[in-house]
């Protein structure tokens, strides 16, 4: 009889040996430390407790967090007495978790540490917070600078392990938009497929198309990290959380739509950087921005800013208060949400518990402020404190939904208010769109000829006052597309402005309830220019293209 060695199944029962000797050991020191003993071979790891301790600090300390609930935290550690781990154990505590030590074996640790490779590089907190703070995806932010890199990233992420690649896919989603300054991230279902977008300067721009079953767990994934009910799938839902990033926070809003197929995601960046842009930087006309700074010094009436969703009025209020701030005056903010902290002004916030702008203002009229900035006024109460808070010693700025800047005296005496008190409160009307500005790199110069000539020519024939209109009308410039535009090009957007100023024309006018064709009527003479005028002038000045101003606004009546 011949007899044959199996060296490898010699070898898998010397392992196991050593393997249960060193559990027997660790079990043994379990008394001698006083510290119970955990076997992670056969004890489930938590991603949510491992990620609270860095891979390469666990390593080094020799330690695995394995359970996390509410703010305990389980550790297990190789050595209970190494300094190292009582750093780490320390470490928890300062972040407000309880920690309970337990001894395990070294291949225990083993065991857990495979679990880093797989898990999602963001966490998120009981308030609504995905904390991405790896190397890996901040890295993702410094090098995803166009969206062929960032669409390479997330085909690379769908391919990863099923079960682990759900929140990779957000987070990639989140980076790249982050890096490419991409205002709002749109998740699309269609009967076969889930389509992903960014709205980059304004305008959508595909990157993916992804599987249902993915999307049925990211989906998932983003109401639970945004604070929303997962049960819900006929209803609309708001939710929001933040990301904290070594250059500060960053809070994303999330708007879930029940659709033919599945429910759309839209999520919102609001980004600090995005809206930090100085008063002079914003594209207002200088006749018109000498207007606002003149009326800005004064000490009492309101300010109105109008336009759709998505023109900048934020931006627009944010770079008044800076600019008018000084350490003489108190100034108060009515908010949702606070997009940007501003130091030294008293910033409040709405939310869905009846804290909504109407009782803000009301309590901030109460703190004694010479300044209130309310993010928008959407009721006929609303309206009425704003309007009185104008006309009792306090400078107002605040945001209306209408087309133009006339039509913000009908649209407030639709909401109620008084007619005869309005233009005593109201100093300028303001409206704005945002334009897309062409690539500097890769813009091209072309000549201004026929119809087009005529177009521009119609335009300018209008503007009032003559002083504004350029003497060189004979070329614009067109987008073309380079890599430093992500093959748009555009890069960067500006506003175009027009305003109508409260003097006797317009009063007389407003108290007969008027249309906004009386208004412009009664408005003509100021000589400010209209949105149509500044846009076709900073298209003589190669700002934007004919193409990009004919999308925002009907040049043509």
């Known amino acids: 009889m011949t007899l044959i060695f199996d060296e490898d199944k010699q070898n898998r029962k010397m392992t196991d040996l050593l393997h249960k000797e060193e559990e027997d050991l660790v079990q043994i020191l379990s008394g001698k430390y006083a510290v119970e003993y955990v076997n992670l071979m056969v004890t489930p790891v938590s991603p949510d407790a491992l990620r609270l301790v860095d891979e390469n600090t666990a390593r080094a300390a020799l330690v695995a967090a394995y359970t996390l609930v509410d703010k305990k935290i389980k550790v297990a550690a190789r050595n209970p007495q190494d300094e190292k781990v009582v750093a780490v154990l320390e470490t928890l505590t300062t972040k407000g978790y309880v920690p309970e030590l337990y001894i395990c074996s070294t291949q225990s640790l083993e065991k857990a540490w495979k679990t880093y490779k797989d898990m999602s590089f963001a966490y998120e907190s009981k308030a609504g917070s995905l904390e991405i703070s790896s190397d890996e995806i901040t890295a993702i932010i410094d090098q995803a600078k166009s969206l062929p890199t960032i669409i390479s990233i997330l085909e690379s992420t769908m391919s990863a392990k099923k079960s682990y690649r759900v929140s990779r896919i957000l987070e ?52 639970l990290i945004s604070g929303m009910k997962l049960n819900i799938k006929k209803d609309s839902q708001d939710g929001r959380f933040s990301i904290r990033l070594p250059i500060g926070e960053v809070e994303v809003r ?75 005056v108190k100034i108060i903010t009515i908010e949702d949400p606070i997009e940007y902290h501003l130091p030294g002004i008293v910033q409040t916030q709405v939310n869905t518990k009846g804290y909504n702008f109407l009782e803000g203002l009301r309590a901030a009229v109460r703190q004694d402020p010479d300044i209130i900035m309310v993010g928008e006024i959407r009721d006929n109460e609303t309206a009425d404190i704003a309007i009185n808070s104008a006309l009792t010693g306090h400078l107002v700025f605040s945001t209306l939904h209408t087309n133009d800047a006339a039509g913000t005296f009908p649209r407030l005496i639709d909401l109620g208010v008084n007619s005869k008190v309005i233009t005593s409160a109201l100093r300028v009307a303001m409206a704005q769109r945002l334009t897309r500005k062409l690539c500097e790199f890769c813009k091209k110069e072309t000549p201004v000829e026929g119809d087009v000539q005529k177009e521009i020519e119609t335009v300018i024939n209008t503007i009032e006052d003559k002083t504004l209109v350029p003497t060189e009308r004979s070329k614009m410039w067109v987008a073309v597309g380079c890599e430093k535009c992500n093959k748009t090009g555009y890069k960067g957007r500006i506003g175009i402005y027009e305003a109508v100023l409260t003097d006797e024309k317009v009063e007389n006018a407003v108290e007969s309830n008027p249309s906004e064709r009386e208004i412009w009527a009664a408005a003509k003479g100021q000589g400010i220019l209209t949105m149509k005028q500044d846009g076709v002038l900073k298209i003589l000045k190669g700002i934007t293209s004919l193409s990009e101003l004919e999308r925002v606004i009907a040049i043509e009546d």
């Open 172 to 223: 990639t989603a989140v980076a790249g938009a982050l890096a490419i300054d991409a205002s709002d991230i749109h998740f699309e279902p269609e009967e076969l497929y889930v389509q992903l977008r960014y709205r980059l300067d304004g305008v959508l721009q595909e990157l993916i198309h992804f599987d249902n079953e993915t999307y049925a767990l990211l989906l998932s994934r983003i109401k």
């Open 254 to 328: 999330v708007s879930i739509l029940p659709g033919a197929y599945n429910e759309s995601v839209v999520m919102r960046i609001l980004n600090p950087k995005s809206i930090d842009v100085p008063l002079e930087s914003l594209g207002i006309h200088e006749k018109l921005l000498g207007i606002l700074l003149k009326e800005m010094d004064r000490p009492d009436g309101m300010i109105l800013t109008t336009g759709p969703t998505g023109s900048g009025k934020t931006t627009t209020l944010y770079a008044f208060l800076k600019k008018i701030h000084n350490p003489q």
